[in-house]
């Protein structure tokens, strides 16, 4: 018998609880609106938007103009002062009961994200649980990390599509906490539906929000270089992020600009093979389209005998197919290692970067095949890819110095510890890195030459959460620190000389090591 759609996440169901707990949100007719000037309205100009799993439409972003969009920049200039005066304990006791009204609805949220940006239900929950629990932590110790800093007034959030709670709500409602006005943009390419409906119930306890979707070459001037903009938090991809950079060369505000690199995994005299073949399987999390995704493994050549080995055990044995299937409606949903990527042309970009690869030079050690049985008969499978990996990749092809954002692996064998170095640092910078060997010793002072901001030990290393702070070294990040007491102070004033963490053009702050 054929698998079917899952009755507790069927769309049109998620889409009547979303209409009945948050109708401010869309028209009588069933339009999705933005969140401006205090309230929703504006529903600007619909562009259909298709779900990575199946092809379906879920709706229209409804996309706005440039001068609308600066109506709504204006507006959340003026809220800026207005809430800046409000008293912390009155911010915190706001944020507490958004707080509150998220842990109502974690269900609904993290389901509409398996058809809005194809997360595993494992995962949905996850984004917005993440996003939940950081921002109480902020709650609880806002008051200390705060002390008698100032706001910096009003804030703009532009970020991309694969983490839309845990990393862009969650930004937003700690930047408020600290007395900010908040403007964000949705994702273009996914995660709309369930940001209109956390907004909708932050905006119900009073916090000075404002959400707003547009294309970026009409909304750009407004949210990034307007005047009323006092900051700039972005997450997103190198070329974009480059040329936000030198937009805001020209302007003195606070920003905050997270970018791509190639997060590389080094290994070098190491046995513990049973511990690489779990981070392997884990590392394929969301099929890789994570800002701190392993995509490239550093190989001592000696060892690639038993790596290919561990590799290919634990690249077979992942699932890769439709999140909502299930064999009986009482089923409980797949744990799979990943549905879709985001959409038909990131996949269609992924063939490019393998083929490219290939044409160059590399030689192909693994690809993986999709299994019917995790689909549904016909169903349309275009923004699906099963694992691949390569070696040998040669410095002409693409890939060798782009993050792909997608489940394909690139293995570069060494022979030297010099080598190893190099290749690690190949993109001028990362989010994250990591160092396997039986000789912790060598591997704390090799750690030390690589230019990633985090590196795991025999582990992987990821953004972090609450205390734990997070950044960039190179071109992998520009301006301001964030996580922890370094978030509160990236949207905050100090006293006058008090240096602001970060990477920036002229000089890189670090914290000190904890």
């Not at 040998?392 to 693409?398: D, G, I, V």
Request: aromatic share 8%; with cysteine; net charge negative.
């Amino acid at each position: 018998m054929p698998k079917i759609v899952s009755p507790q996440v069927e769309f049109g169901g998620l889409m009547a609880q979303v209409k009945q707990i948050t109708p401010e949100i869309l028209t009588e007719d069933g339009r999705f609106l933005n969140l401006l000037e205090g309230r929703w309205q504006e529903p600007g100009t619909p562009r259909p938007f298709t779900s990575p799993v199946d092809g379906s439409e879920l709706g229209a972003l409804p996309m706005l103009d440039h001068a609308t969009a600066l109506r709504a920049v204006r507006a959340a200039k003026q809220e800026a002062a207005d809430w800046a005066g409000v008293e912390l304990d009155e911010r915190r006791r706001r944020v507490q009961d958004c707080l509150d009204l998220l842990r109502q609805h974690v269900e609904l949220t993290g389901k509409l994200l398996i058809w809005e940006i194809g997360k595993t239900y494992k995962l949905g929950f996850t984004d917005i649980d993440r996003a939940i629990d950081g921002v109480q932590w902020y709650v609880d110790h806002i008051e200390d990390m705060l002390g008698t800093r100032r706001p910096l007034g009003l804030v703009s959030n532009i970020a991309s599509w694969n983490y839309p709670m845990s990393v862009l709500l969650h930004a937003v409602l700690t930047q408020v906490l600290c007395g900010n006005a908040v403007i964000a943009k949705t994702p273009t390419d996914g995660g709309f539906i369930s940001l209109s409906f956390t907004f909708a119930l932050a905006r119900r306890c009073g916090l000075p929000v404002t959400l707003v979707s547009g294309a970026g070459g009409e909304l750009s001037d407004v949210l990034v270089k307007n005047e009323a903009i006092d900051c700039l938090s972005f997450v997103g991809g190198r070329y974009n992020g480059r040329n936000i950079a030198d937009a805001l060369a020209a302007h003195d505000k606070r920003y905050m600009l997270e970018m791509e690199g190639v997060n590389t995994y080094g290994i070098w005299d190491y046995s513990d093979w049973n511990s690489l073949a779990d981070q392997l399987r884990k590392g394929y999390d969301y099929g890789k389209q994570r800002c701190t995704a392993y995509v490239r493994f550093v190989v001592q050549r000696s060892l690639f005998p038993k790596f290919l080995e561990t590799y290919w055990e634990a690249a077979r044995s992942l699932k890769v197919g439709n999140p909502t299937l299930v064999d009986n409606a009482a089923d409980k949903l797949p744990e799979l290692a990943f549905g879709p990527v985001i959409n038909r042309a990131q996949a269609e970009d992924l063939d490019r970067l393998y083929a490219d690869a290939l044409k160059t030079g590399a030689t192909p050690i693994f690809e993986g095949q999709l299994d019917d049985a995790l689909f549904l008969p016909g169903q349309d499978r275009s923004a699906y890819r099963a694992p691949r990996a390569l070696v040998n990749l040669p410095r002409q092809s693409e890939l060798y110095f782009k993050e792909p954002f997608g489940p394909i692996d690139s293995i570069v064998l060494v022979d030297r510890v010099e080598e190893l170095v190099g290749e690690m640092n190949i993109s001028n910078g990362a989010l994250v890195a990591a160092l396997a060997s039986d000789d912790e010793k060598w591997a704390q002072r090799t750690a030390r030459e690589i230019r990633a901001f985090k590196v795991g030990i025999n582990k992987l290393r990821s953004r972090g959460d609450r205390e734990e702070v997070f950044g960039g070294l190179g071109e992998s990040w520009k301006g301001a620190f964030v996580g922890g007491k370094l978030l509160v102070e990236a949207v905050t004033q100090g006293e006058p000389g008090q240096p602001v963490l970060g990477n920036y053009p002229d000089a890189t702050l670090l914290p000190e090591k904890p």
